[in-house]
């Protein structure tokens, strides 16, 4: 029977499922950060790992000797709008299928493929979590809800759409032809925003911060793990394949962490700038010529 006493069970029940679910949080991210500080001081005083053994030997990719490509069946198999993944699919490190991924799995193959430190790794891990309907795995697929994990103005949608439209548009926009630098990186996703924010009428990061903050995460990957490389980023972004010979550039001892990516990914941020002069190649007049 509804009364006040059934009510404020109600009431006390919700407000305690709630304190449990912050409080999990909150350890999680105090386990992350004490993790993380500790692999940042191990980097400082060890030395960084040797150039062709930043995968380490008993893991794939040792040598810059990637298990086989193989190109997903478009019919069965499950991929992601995340290269990263797609790519550990598409070379067998991840199962092929990209289906029922433990956390574990993905974890640690994102770890020694990209040389993460285990804290970043389980960071990025958990963001899968609000998606697996409390399974504890997920199938690639799954990371396709939009506006939980992806984000508008994309870099590397846009980079797709000028790859088949423009050839290799995007990346020849390198300032030195070679690498993205940081300035390339702030520059295009100013660009991408501006550009998403006039032709989408439903572009919804105007307000999205932490979507934001997400997008630029993901250009400081670009940056740190591929050194902004245009050659390898073409390979892996367009075919989801590491390039032969490929390794991480970041070489730390215990890997890329927390620390490191949120330090670049907040520069980045802060210096994107949607009103930014453009550059000559994007002026409205060579867009258009080029086309
Ligand atoms: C388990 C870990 C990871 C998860 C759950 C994940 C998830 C995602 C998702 C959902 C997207 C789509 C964003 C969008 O286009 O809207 C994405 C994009 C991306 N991810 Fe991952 N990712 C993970 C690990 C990594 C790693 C280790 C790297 C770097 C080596 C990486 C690099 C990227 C890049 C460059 C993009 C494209 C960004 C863009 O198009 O703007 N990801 N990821």
């Known amino acids: 029977m509804v009364n006040l006493f059934t ?7 919700r407000l305690i499922n709630l304190l449990i679910a912050l409080a999990s949080v909150l350890l999680f991210a105090v386990w992350l950060t004490i993790r993380d500080l500790y692999y940042c001081i191990a980097n400082l005083f060890l030395p960084r790992r040797h150039v062709g ?4 030997f008993d893991h794939p990719g040792h040598g810059g000797v990637w298990p086989q490509f193989q190109a997903p069946i478009q019919a069965t198999d499950s991929r992601s ?3 990263a993944l797609n790519a550990l699919a598409n070379h067998d490190i991840l199962p092929r299928s990209g289906k029922h991924i433990s956390y574990k799995q993905l974890s640690h193959a994102i770890q020694h493929a990209y040389n993460l430190a285990p804290s970043f790794a389980d960071q990025l891990t958990a963001s899968a979590y609000q998606l697996d309907q409390g399974r504890g795995w997920i199938d690639l ?3 396709s809800a939009l506006n939980v994990i992806q984000h508008d103005a994309s870099f ?3 980079f797709l759409i000028r790859i088949s439209r423009a050839g290799h548009k995007f990346l020849s926009h390198a300032s030195n032809g070679k690498s993205l630098s940081l300035d390339d990186v702030v520059y295009f996703s100013g660009l991408r925003r501006a550009e998403c924010r006039r032709t989408n009428g439903q572009y919804s990061m105007t307000w999205s911060f932490l ?6 995460g993901n250009n400081a990957l670009i940056y740190s793990i591929f050194g902004g490389d245009v050659t390898d980023l073409r390979v892996w972004l367009a075919e989801e394949r590491f390039p032969d010979q490929w390794e991480p550039k970041n070489r730390e001892a215990r890997g890329h962490t927390i620390l490191q990516a949120m330090s670049t990914t907040l520069i980045i941020e802060l210096n994107i700038n949607e009103w930014q002069k453009l550059r000559s190649e994007n002026t409205v007049s060579n ?5």
Do not use: K, M, W, Y
Request: hydrophobic share 30%; net charge neutral; charged share 20%.
């Open 81 to 83: 709008p995340c290269p």
């Open 287 to 291: 867009e258009a010529r080029e086309l």
């Open 156 to 158: 590397t949608r846009t």
């Open 7 to 13: 009510t404020t069970v109600g009431i006390l029940r």
């Open 53 to 56: 053994s930043v995968v380490p």
């Open 211 to 216: 979507h934001q903050f997400f997008g630029s």
């Open 141 to 143: 697929q799954d990371l």
